[in-house]
């Protein structure tokens, strides 16, 4: 069973940054596919950025990219979200996910089989 646990979010200024954690315990994380997602309220919970289980293929939502870096470190069972430039637009709780198919990651769907119970991150204009 695997369990994810994020971390890092905050009230920040519009044009603010953070970064984002997601620690993983369990089998398995040097192999699964990571995402994040986010979810705003009254929103539905949309896909923000995914990477493959070596680092090496990243995706980004259309309103993320050139803002947000996502990035993984397999020997600490992590993965990040760098976030610069933030905006009002950004406030959701964002959740990471995980999953054992690598297809997944090409999906940008919420239909990963593990997930952490978010951080709220809130931009203030």
């Known amino acids: 069973q695997v369990q994810l646990v994020e971390t890092g979010g905050r009230l920040v200024q519009t044009g603010g940054s953070l970064r984002l954690s997601c620690a993983a315990s369990g089998p398995g994380f040097g192999s699964f596919a990571m995402g994040w997602f986010r979810q705003a309220p009254g929103k539905e919970r949309e896909f923000v950025a995914a990477i493959s289980w070596s680092g090496q293929t990243n995706y980004y939502s259309d309103s993320v990219k050139g803002r947000f870096t996502i990035s993984r470190d397999n020997s600490l069972n992590t993965m990040y979200l760098e976030m610069t430039n933030l905006k009002p637009e950004d406030t959701a709780v964002y959740y990471c996910?995980?999953?054992?198919?690598?297809?997944?990651?090409?999906?940008?769907?919420?239909?990963?089989?593990?997930w952490g119970q978010g951080t709220q991150v809130s931009v203030s204009s």
């Open positions: 996910a995980a999953d054992p198919s690598l297809w997944v990651v090409e999906t940008h769907k919420p239909i990963y089989e593990y």
